[in-house]
Protein backbone atom coordinates (compact mmCIF):
# COMPACT_ATOMS: atom_id res chain seq x y z
CA UNK A 1 0.00 0.00 0.00
CA UNK A 2 1.03 3.89 -0.05
CA UNK A 3 3.36 4.70 2.55
CA UNK A 4 3.34 7.67 4.51
CA UNK A 5 6.39 8.99 6.68
CA UNK A 6 7.34 10.86 9.51
CA UNK A 7 10.50 12.43 10.48
CA UNK A 8 11.68 12.85 13.31
CA UNK A 9 9.84 9.37 14.90
CA UNK A 10 10.69 10.95 18.40
CA UNK A 11 12.13 13.95 19.89
CA UNK A 12 12.99 15.72 23.25
CA UNK A 13 13.22 19.24 23.57
CA UNK A 14 13.54 21.71 26.21
CA UNK A 15 10.50 24.13 26.81
CA UNK A 16 10.48 27.31 24.77
CA UNK A 17 11.96 26.10 21.61
CA UNK A 18 10.44 25.41 18.18
CA UNK A 19 10.18 21.77 16.73
CA UNK A 20 9.56 21.02 13.54
CA UNK A 21 8.00 17.37 12.40
CA UNK A 22 8.40 16.78 8.36
CA UNK A 23 4.87 14.22 6.63
CA UNK A 24 5.73 13.02 3.98
CA UNK A 25 4.22 10.87 0.84
CA UNK A 26 6.47 8.52 -0.51
CA UNK A 27 4.96 6.94 -3.66
CA UNK A 28 2.09 9.69 -4.28
CA UNK A 29 0.74 13.17 -4.50
CA UNK A 30 -1.46 14.74 -1.50
CA UNK A 31 -2.60 17.76 -1.97
CA UNK A 32 -4.52 17.47 1.15
CA UNK A 33 -2.87 15.88 4.20
CA UNK A 34 -4.19 15.77 7.92
CA UNK A 35 -2.46 15.75 11.54
CA UNK A 36 -3.68 14.17 14.62
CA UNK A 37 -2.45 14.53 18.05
CA UNK A 38 -3.04 11.63 20.17
CA UNK A 39 -2.51 11.75 23.90
CA UNK A 40 -1.51 8.26 26.30
CA UNK A 41 -4.78 6.07 26.35
CA UNK A 42 -6.68 7.83 23.87
CA UNK A 43 -7.92 8.76 20.45
CA UNK A 44 -6.58 10.63 17.87
CA UNK A 45 -7.69 14.47 17.95
CA UNK A 46 -7.86 16.01 14.13
CA UNK A 47 -5.77 19.17 14.68
CA UNK A 48 -5.68 20.56 11.06
CA UNK A 49 -5.81 20.01 7.41
CA UNK A 50 -3.05 20.60 5.25
CA UNK A 51 -3.46 21.86 1.88
CA UNK A 52 -0.88 22.14 -0.79
CA UNK A 53 -0.59 25.88 -2.11
CA UNK A 54 -3.02 27.71 0.34
CA UNK A 55 -3.39 27.72 4.46
CA UNK A 56 -4.02 25.14 6.44
CA UNK A 57 -7.41 25.00 8.19
CA UNK A 58 -7.33 24.61 11.97
CA UNK A 59 -10.05 22.64 14.18
CA UNK A 60 -11.67 24.55 16.97
CA UNK A 61 -9.47 25.11 19.99
CA UNK A 62 -6.11 24.67 17.88
CA UNK A 63 -3.74 27.55 17.99
CA UNK A 64 -2.93 28.22 15.12
CA UNK A 65 -0.24 30.18 16.28
CA UNK A 66 1.44 28.17 17.80
CA UNK A 67 1.28 24.79 15.51
CA UNK A 68 2.29 26.21 12.35
CA UNK A 69 1.36 24.00 9.51
CA UNK A 70 3.62 24.59 6.09
CA UNK A 71 2.69 22.14 2.98
CA UNK A 72 5.34 22.69 0.89
CA UNK A 73 4.82 20.53 -1.73
CA UNK A 74 2.51 17.68 -3.25
CA UNK A 75 4.42 15.10 -1.06
CA UNK A 76 5.91 17.62 2.04
CA UNK A 77 3.89 18.98 4.60
CA UNK A 78 5.25 20.22 8.09
CA UNK A 79 4.10 21.15 11.49
CA UNK A 80 6.36 23.26 13.28
CA UNK A 81 5.27 23.05 17.53
CA UNK A 82 6.44 26.83 18.40
CA UNK A 83 7.66 28.00 22.11
CA UNK A 84 6.66 24.17 22.76
CA UNK A 85 5.84 23.58 26.33
CA UNK A 86 5.45 20.40 28.41
CA UNK A 87 1.51 20.35 27.99
CA UNK A 88 2.35 20.15 24.23
CA UNK A 89 4.35 16.50 24.59
CA UNK A 90 2.22 14.22 22.58
CA UNK A 91 1.71 11.84 19.79
CA UNK A 92 2.06 13.45 16.52
CA UNK A 93 0.33 11.95 13.75
CA UNK A 94 -0.24 12.96 10.06
CA UNK A 95 -1.97 11.35 7.21
CA UNK A 96 -2.55 11.63 3.38
CA UNK A 97 -5.46 10.64 1.07
CA UNK A 98 -4.64 8.12 -1.82
CA UNK A 99 -7.22 8.63 -4.57
CA UNK A 100 -8.03 5.39 -5.89
CA UNK A 101 -11.06 3.71 -7.85
CA UNK A 102 -13.79 4.28 -6.70
CA UNK A 103 -13.37 5.73 -2.58
CA UNK A 104 -9.97 7.32 -1.16
CA UNK A 105 -8.15 5.81 1.76
CA UNK A 106 -6.42 7.88 3.97
CA UNK A 107 -2.47 6.14 5.03
CA UNK A 108 -1.30 7.43 7.76
CA UNK A 109 2.39 8.20 9.02
CA UNK A 110 4.42 5.86 11.95
CA UNK A 111 3.81 9.38 14.68
CA UNK A 112 6.28 11.58 16.15
CA UNK A 113 6.27 11.30 20.00
CA UNK A 114 7.56 14.79 21.04
CA UNK A 115 8.20 15.43 24.77
CA UNK A 116 8.69 18.78 25.93
CA UNK A 117 11.34 19.15 28.74
CA UNK B 1 -20.02 12.86 10.25
CA UNK B 2 -21.71 9.88 11.84
CA UNK B 3 -20.87 9.69 15.09
CA UNK B 4 -19.87 5.91 15.45
CA UNK B 5 -20.14 3.62 18.73
CA UNK B 6 -18.02 0.54 19.87
CA UNK B 7 -17.13 -1.46 22.38
CA UNK B 8 -14.27 -0.12 24.64
CA UNK B 9 -12.95 -3.25 24.91
CA UNK B 10 -12.78 -7.06 23.77
CA UNK B 11 -11.38 -10.00 25.22
CA UNK B 12 -10.32 -12.83 23.25
CA UNK B 13 -7.88 -16.08 23.06
CA UNK B 14 -5.58 -17.37 20.05
CA UNK B 15 -7.26 -19.14 17.31
CA UNK B 16 -11.10 -17.56 17.85
CA UNK B 17 -12.86 -15.21 15.57
CA UNK B 18 -13.31 -11.63 16.92
CA UNK B 19 -16.15 -9.90 15.68
CA UNK B 20 -16.35 -6.40 16.62
CA UNK B 21 -19.95 -3.99 16.28
CA UNK B 22 -19.86 -0.40 15.27
CA UNK B 23 -23.11 1.43 15.39
CA UNK B 24 -23.76 4.69 13.32
CA UNK B 25 -27.26 5.09 13.25
CA UNK B 26 -26.91 8.54 11.26
CA UNK B 27 -24.95 7.57 8.34
CA UNK B 28 -25.18 9.63 5.15
CA UNK B 29 -25.54 8.36 1.66
CA UNK B 30 -22.03 8.95 0.62
CA UNK B 31 -20.50 7.69 3.69
CA UNK B 32 -18.25 4.92 3.65
CA UNK B 33 -17.45 2.29 6.53
CA UNK B 34 -13.66 2.47 7.46
CA UNK B 35 -11.74 0.45 10.00
CA UNK B 36 -8.16 0.79 11.51
CA UNK B 37 -5.56 -1.13 13.56
CA UNK B 38 -3.26 0.83 15.59
CA UNK B 39 -0.40 -1.03 17.68
CA UNK B 40 0.77 1.19 20.77
CA UNK B 41 3.19 4.00 19.28
CA UNK B 42 2.18 3.74 15.67
CA UNK B 43 0.12 5.64 13.15
CA UNK B 44 -3.07 3.60 12.47
CA UNK B 45 -3.30 1.05 9.70
CA UNK B 46 -6.04 0.86 7.16
CA UNK B 47 -7.97 -2.70 7.64
CA UNK B 48 -10.69 -2.46 5.05
CA UNK B 49 -13.38 -0.43 4.09
CA UNK B 50 -16.87 -0.98 2.27
CA UNK B 51 -20.45 0.80 1.76
CA UNK B 52 -22.75 -2.20 2.04
CA UNK B 53 -23.27 -6.01 2.43
CA UNK B 54 -20.08 -7.72 3.01
CA UNK B 55 -16.23 -7.31 1.71
CA UNK B 56 -13.59 -9.69 2.66
CA UNK B 57 -9.59 -9.36 2.22
CA UNK B 58 -6.91 -10.93 3.05
CA UNK B 59 -6.91 -10.23 6.87
CA UNK B 60 -10.55 -9.80 7.62
CA UNK B 61 -13.91 -9.31 6.89
CA UNK B 62 -16.66 -6.62 6.69
CA UNK B 63 -20.10 -6.91 6.92
CA UNK B 64 -22.53 -4.46 6.57
CA UNK B 65 -26.14 -4.63 7.12
CA UNK B 66 -28.84 -3.26 4.45
CA UNK B 67 -30.08 -0.29 6.59
CA UNK B 68 -26.33 0.40 7.25
CA UNK B 69 -26.66 1.96 10.26
CA UNK B 70 -24.39 -1.16 11.66
CA UNK B 71 -21.25 -2.35 10.59
CA UNK B 72 -19.15 -5.48 11.54
CA UNK B 73 -15.60 -6.06 11.78
CA UNK B 74 -14.58 -10.01 11.52
CA UNK B 75 -11.24 -11.38 12.22
CA UNK B 76 -10.50 -14.54 11.82
CA UNK B 77 -8.34 -17.30 13.74
CA UNK B 78 -6.81 -13.91 16.26
CA UNK B 79 -3.24 -14.17 16.89
CA UNK B 80 -1.19 -12.44 19.98
CA UNK B 81 -0.19 -9.80 17.65
CA UNK B 82 -3.57 -8.81 16.63
CA UNK B 83 -3.89 -6.89 20.17
CA UNK B 84 -4.52 -3.70 19.10
CA UNK B 85 -7.20 -0.72 18.82
CA UNK B 86 -9.37 -1.06 16.41
CA UNK B 87 -11.58 1.98 15.47
CA UNK B 88 -14.61 2.05 13.17
CA UNK B 89 -15.26 5.73 11.02
CA UNK B 90 -17.55 6.56 8.76
CA UNK B 91 -16.94 9.65 6.80
CA UNK B 92 -17.72 10.47 2.97
CA UNK B 93 -14.66 9.27 0.70
CA UNK B 94 -14.01 12.57 -0.84
CA UNK B 95 -10.45 14.11 -0.91
CA UNK B 96 -10.28 17.00 1.56
CA UNK B 97 -12.73 15.00 4.34
CA UNK B 98 -11.21 14.21 7.70
CA UNK B 99 -11.36 11.06 9.55
CA UNK B 100 -12.55 11.73 12.95
CA UNK B 101 -11.56 8.98 15.55
CA UNK B 102 -13.59 8.07 17.96
CA UNK B 103 -12.63 6.11 20.95
CA UNK B 104 -12.31 2.80 19.45
CA UNK B 105 -12.09 -1.10 20.79
CA UNK B 106 -9.11 -2.24 22.42
CA UNK B 107 -8.73 -6.32 21.82
CA UNK B 108 -6.63 -8.13 23.59
CA UNK B 109 -5.88 -11.66 22.83
CA UNK B 110 -4.42 -14.44 25.26
CA UNK B 111 -2.86 -17.61 24.29
Known amino acids: GAVVSQHPSWVICKSGTSVKIECRSL??????MFWYRQFPKQSLMLMAT?????????EQGVEKDKFLINHASLTLSTLTVTSAHPEDSSFYIC?????????????FGPGTRLTVL | LAKTTQPISMDSYEGQEVNITCSHN???????ITWYQQFPSQGPRFIIQ???TKVTNEVASLFIPADRKSSTLSLPRVSLSDTAVYYC????????????FGKGTTLSVSS
Open chain 1, 95 to 107: SAPLAGGFTDTQY
Open chain 1, 27 to 32: DFQATT
Open chain 1, 50 to 58: SNEGSKATY
Open chain 2, 26 to 32: NIATNDY
Open chain 2, 50 to 52: GYK
Open chain 2, 89 to 100: LVATNQAGTALI
